[in-house]
């Protein structure tokens, strides 16, 4: 089945220790996004992918970078997590066609994140 | 003002109850709006889409939006035990690349009692 897929589903790390989260999709969307949700809140959007083409939200914090080697994958970097950065990390998808519109966001199943 | 409100409160019903759920807006430029069904641990899924004003059925599932109140529900008649989830409001003011950005709501906790 076409999905959207995140590894690993659970990530425990250490405050200041570097961690990357990974999301692949077999969906051949061309569009990536990354959200961050912590408890009982709207997920947020970090940033996302149309193509390469590299889409920051102006509140993202530096500290998260996000690299898109090919359509399939997209990882999502902490360079130095804080407590705060504890959080449920949620990849989507969707596909913009060509004449402008875009289809519904397709989610995976989120990778928790636990710092230490 | 938040651009969604939806209140987070856990809702508790018995199995065969009607669930009814809202959220309110801020942005006039809504025109597409959305429930995701996120289960615990999992990543949301699309449940129910309506565009502009109006009802929508589905199943079990009924969502209604007033623009003009900026208001939107959702409904669950027959609720199962397996309906228990976060249910997340989501709207967008187009389904245009650059204009397609979702503003959710918080979610609201379902527990269907059996």
């Known amino acids: 089945d076409a999905m959207v897929i995140q590894n690993p589903r659970y990530q425990v790390t250490q405050f200041g220790k570097p961690v990357t989260l990974s999301c692949s999709q077999t969906l051949n969307h061309n569009v990536m996004y990354w959200y961050q949700q912590k408890s009982s809140q709207a997920p947020k959007l970090l940033f996302h992918y149309y193509d390469k083409d590299f889409n920051n939200e102006a509140d993202t914090p530096d500290n998260f970078q996000s690299r898109r080697p090919n359509t399939s994958f997209c990882f999502l970097d902490i360079r130095s997590p804080g407590l705060g950065d504890a959080a449920m990390y949620l990849c989507?998808?969707?596909?913009?066609?060509?004449?402008?519109?875009?289809?519904?966001?397709?989610f995976g199943p989120g990778t928790r994140l636990l710092v230490l | 003002q938040k651009e969604v409100e939806q209140d987070p409160g856990p809702l508790s019903v018995p199995e065969g109850a009607i669930v009814s759920l809202n959220c309110t807006y801020s942005n006039s430029a809504f025109q597409y709006f959305m429930w995701y069904r996120q289960y615990s641990r999992k990543g949301p899924e699309l449940l129910m889409y309506t565009y502009s004003s109006g009802n929508k059925e589905d199943g079990r599932f009924t969502a209604q939006v007033d623009k003009s109140s900026k208001y939107i529900s959702l409904f669950i008649r027959d609720s199962q035990p397996s309906d228990s989830a976060t249910y997340l409001c989501?709207?967008?003011?187009?389904?245009?690349?650059?204009?397609?950005?979702?503003?959710f709501g918080k979610g609201n906790q379902v527990v269907v009692i059996p």
């Open positions: 989507a998808t969707s596909r913009k066609t060509t004449s402008g519109g875009q289809e519904t966001q397709y």
């Open positions: 989501a709207m967008s003011a187009g389904l245009y690349y650059g204009n397609n950005r979702l503003a």
